[in-house]
């Protein structure tokens, strides 16, 4: 995988006009904040070795490089995910890419169904904690032999989400007069839409909101050295007894 890394590494970096130290993933229907960008330049994924492009709608497929806020960061416009057919090495081989350019903070937005019945869509949570039902069952990114030069065999997981940008994150949501939740994110694999016992099993283990993404990611972020902030932007109400969701929803 070293030598992957490395080939994209080398493709992306002819393009860059800036050195890139945050890394953003744009979730579903999210990829409009990269219009914000001073100066970008704009990867097609198609011509980066190793990425894939996005066949869900709402992920443009793109890597922009730029400035946002005053800061060099490099955007994904979208993601891919386990569910179309990728694995787990797959689907996070982006983040080990940006960290080879230089990031070492990853920031993981993400749409998701929320499971309080007192909150509503809309809503942003930051995510405290996350659980990794499709690791549980064996489909890890990093399951296989491991590489020292990427990071660690037994990474921990336990404060992936509290470091110094936690306070940071609090204070710009109370400025900008934003309710920021806070809470346990899950991932399961999809691509369906959980069932209502499913729904109620994750609830009851301590989830908040429920989606097909991210946790992996962060996995990853964590062994390659990387501090992360994660959010949902909560696009519907994953109750039991509501009704059912749709993708249209979503993005």
């Known amino acids: 995988m070293y030598n992957d890394i490395e080939q994209a590494r080398a493709a992306i970096m002819p393009w860059l006009r800036h050195t890139p130290r945050v890394g953003l993933i744009l979730g579903s229907g999210l990829s409009a904040l990269a219009d914000e960008m001073d100066d970008p330049v704009?990867?097609?994924?198609?011509?980066?070795?190793?990425?894939?492009?996005?066949?869900?709608?709402?992920h443009r497929g793109e890597l922009a490089v730029g400035l946002l806020a005053g800061q060099q960061v490099a955007v994904m416009r979208g993601r891919f995910h386990f569910y179309e057919g990728y694995s787990m090495q797959e689907i996070t081989f982006p983040v080990r890419v940006l960290r080879a350019l230089g990031c070492d903070t990853l920031i993981v937005t993400n749409a998701a169904g929320g499971l309080r019945p007192d909150w509503k869509v809309g809503d942003i949570m930051r995510i405290s904690d996350q659980i990794f039902l499709p690791g549980m069952a064996g489909h890890h990114p990093l399951r296989g032999p491991n590489d020292e030069r990427?990071?660690?065999?037994?990474?921990?997981?336990?404060?992936?989400?509290?470091?110094?940008?936690?306070?940071?994150?609090?204070t710009v949501a109370a400025e900008l007069g934003v309710v920021?939740?806070?809470?346990?994110?899950?991932?399961?694999?999809?691509?369906?839409?959980?069932?209502?016992?499913?729904?109620?099993?994750?609830?009851?283990w301590g989830a908040d909101a429920v989606g097909?993404?991210?946790?992996?990611?962060?996995?990853?972020?964590?062994h390659s050295g990387m501090r992360v902030l994660g959010f949902s932007l909560i696009t519907n109400l994953a109750l039991p007894d509501g009704p059912p969701a749709n993708h249209e929803e979503v993005i």
């Open 150 to 170: 990427l990071g660690p065999r037994f990474p921990a997981m336990v404060g992936a989400f509290e470091n110094n940008l936690v306070p940071l994150a609090r």
């Open 212 to 222: 097909m993404s991210t946790a992996p990611e962060v996995i990853v972020a964590v």
């Open 42 to 58: 704009v990867i097609p994924y198609r011509d980066i070795p190793g990425f894939h492009e996005p066949k869900v709608i709402g």
């Open 180 to 204: 920021l939740r806070e809470g346990v994110y899950c991932m399961l694999s999809g691509p369906h839409f959980e069932s209502a016992a499913e729904l109620r099993m994750v609830r009851m």
